[in-house]
């Protein structure tokens, strides 16, 4: 069975902090993203990566890092945590260029007091 | 990127109505995904449509791809509390890049 797993599902962090979201895929899949869905916005696409220490901009990148080191792990850094930053993130992956299916894990909802 | 717009952004109605949502745009697209979010659960891929015209059936769910590859449309015949989620498009064409539009939210009530 495909697995994608993001390491906490709720998360309770403080204004300025440095955080890290993690996501592995035992799938051996190329392409890995990171999404954050808010209220009536949909996904929408923070940064994705290719390949190993590849990684592109989404569209909403301002505020998030990526770290790509091994194929098989993914992680969203905010390099210090604002309120904004409140959000469900989901983590998802795929191989292949696009239209291929997509695996996501269960979303860690994170929270900035 | 949203150039995708789905409609309508949210749906409530009662056991065994039909229904159709929409995916729209004016890109041209080589294929297209549609994807449903239940809650607390990531996205699951329902179906890949692909030729333009194309029909895909899923059970209770009909998937058109409209003839020009720039929209798309999903049909519930008989809805069951079941179908409450999340329903999401997504487009091929950004080469690795996957983006979804905002979404239709579907309710449907017992």
């Known amino acids: 069975d495909v697995k994608v797993t993001q390491s906490s599902r709720y998360l309770v962090k403080r204004t300025g902090e440095k955080v890290f979201l993690e996501c592995v895929q035992d799938m051996d899949h190329e392409n890995m993203f990171w999404y954050r869905q808010d209220p009536g916005l949909g996904l929408r696409l923070i940064y994705f990566s290719y390949d190993v220490k590849m990684k592109e901009k989404g569209d909403i990148p301002e505020g998030y890092s990526v770290s790509r080191e091994k194929k098989e792990r993914f992680s969203l850094i905010l390099e210090s945590a604002s309120t904004n930053q409140t959000s469900m993130y989901l983590c998802?992956?795929?191989w292949g260029r696009g239209g291929t299916e997509a695996f996501f894990g269960q979303g860690t909802r994170l929270t900035v007091v | 990127t949203q150039l995708l717009e789905q409609s309508p952004q949210f749906l409530s109605i009662q056991e065994g109505e039909n229904l159709t949502v929409y995916c729209n745009s004016s890109s041209v697209f080589s294929s297209l995904q549609w994807y449903r979010q239940e809650p607390g659960e990531g996205p699951v891929l329902l179906v890949t449509v692909v030729t333009g015209g194309e029909v895909k059936k899923l059970k209770r769910l009909t998937f058109q791809f409209g003839d020009a590859r720039k929209d798309s449309s999903l049909h519930i015949t008989a809805a069951q509390p079941g179908d409450t989620g999340l329903y999401l498009c997504a487009p091929a064409g950004y080469g690795n890049k996957l983006v979804f539009g905002a979404g239709t939210i579907l309710r449907v009530k017992s």
């Open positions: 998802a992956s795929s």
